[in-house]
Each structure stands twice: as C-alpha cells, then as structure tokens.
C-alpha cells in the first residue's frame, strides 16, 4: 500500500532548482563542458523551469 503511495506522491515532485542544476552539470561531457557549464550556473545564463 505504501508503494502506491510513494508512487503517487512522486508523480506530483516539482524538482527543486538545486536538482535541475545538479542534473544540468550531471550532463556534461567532460571537464571543460563541466567548467563551462558551472560558469554559465554562476553567471545565471542558464534559466531553469
């Protein structure tokens, strides 16, 4: 029962901006997409929704 629960309740999680940029810089492909991508973060060029 609590398995239908959990299921339920994660399909209404809105991801937190703290997620959406860990799961941005999850995606680089190395280094320097992974340093470009930080920079981008700091200088608030990326907008997540």
Same mark, same amino acid.
């Given at each position: 029962m609590f398995s239908t629960i #959990? #299921?339920?309740a994660? +399909?209404?999680h809105i991801p937190s901006n703290a997620e959406l940029e860990e +799961?941005?810089?999850n995606d680089a +492909?190395? &280094?320097y997409d992974l340093e470009?991508?930080?920079r981008q973060i700091d200088? &608030?060029?990326v907008r997540f929704q």
């Open positions: #959990k #299921k339920l994660s +399909a209404f +799961a941005y810089l +492909a190395d &280094g470009y991508r930080m200088r &608030g060029n």
